[in-house]
T-cell receptor, first 114, second 112 residues
Framework: EADIYQTPRYLVIGTGKKITLECSQT?????MYWYQQDPGMELHLIHY???????EKGDLSSESTVSRIRTEHFPLTLESARPSHTSQYLC?????????????FGEGSWLTVV | GNSVTQMEGPVTLSEEAFLTINCTYT??????LFWYVQYPGEGLQLLLK?????DKGSNKGFEATYRKETTSFHLEKGSVQVSDSAVYFC???????????FGKGTRLSVIA
């Protein structure tokens, strides 16, 4: 059982609002990730982190930003939400090598911007 | 760069049918290969993995063999259940110190 938590699970907000999606893991993993999952199911890596004070942009350009001040915490922020940001956002973590070790996913945050 | 291609869905099967979901890859070197599964309303979880050529990963009745000669990692199960209904993602490691590449996902629906 993975110990990675995302809040809120569901959020409906108005255009122009600032939102932060929270992600915490209790496994002490150094690597953390944010994926955006579209209705067609495809996963898009939007941000990742090697460890504290490290953040990198992923494959899909995103207007969101992330921070990694503590090992266990990797919040994602949208300064001004738009309807195009409506999606599911999945947080994940892993330890050690990117390519060889299991990635643990949270249950996702469903964001709807109206 | 490294990439994966998996068969498009949706795939609809009757209970106890045989399942194959195709996954082929393009890669430099010998990356690890993975299958992840996403049940409705949940995040992804690792189903199985293989770290070198000819390795067979298996879990919950699912199997996949790392085939270097055909650059494939097809997922199979001999007899599917309704509870196997989910989205399945093939993934592989990339060269360099960067995250996994995921396929586009294949939705499986099993009907009783």
């Amino acid at each position: 059982e993975a110990d990675i938590y995302q809040t809120p699970r569901y959020l409906v907000i108005g255009t122009g609002k600032k939102i932060t999606l929270e992600c915490s893991q209790t496994m002490g993993h150094d690597k953390m990730y944010w994926y955006q999952q579209d209705p067609g199911m495809e996963l898009h890596l939007i941000h990742y982190s090697y460890g504290v004070n490290s953040t990198e942009k992923g494959d899909l350009s995103s207007e969101s930003t992330v921070s990694r001040i503590r090992t266990e915490h990797f919040p994602l922020t949208l300064e001004s939400a738009r309807p195009s940001h409506t999606s599911q956002y999945l947080c994940a973590s892993s330890e050690g090598s990117f390519s060889g070790n299991t990635i643990y996913f949270g249950e996702g945050s469903w964001l709807t911007v109206v | 760069g490294n990439s994966v291609t998996q068969m498009e869905g949706p795939v609809t099967l009757s209970e106890e049918a045989f399942l194959t979901i195709n996954c082929t890859y393009t890669a430099t070197g010998y990356p690890s290969l993975f299958w992840y599964v996403q049940y409705p309303g949940e995040g992804l979880q690792l189903l199985l993995k293989a770290t070198k050529a000819d390795d067979k990963g298996s879990n919950k009745g699912f199997e996949a063999t790392y085939r270097k000669e055909t650059t494939s990692f097809h997922l199979e199960k001999g007899s599917v259940q309704v509870s196997d209904s989910a989205v399945y993602f093939c993934a592989l490691g990339r060269s360099g110190n960067t995250p996994l590449v995921f396929g586009k996902g294949t939705r499986l629906s099993v009907i009783a």
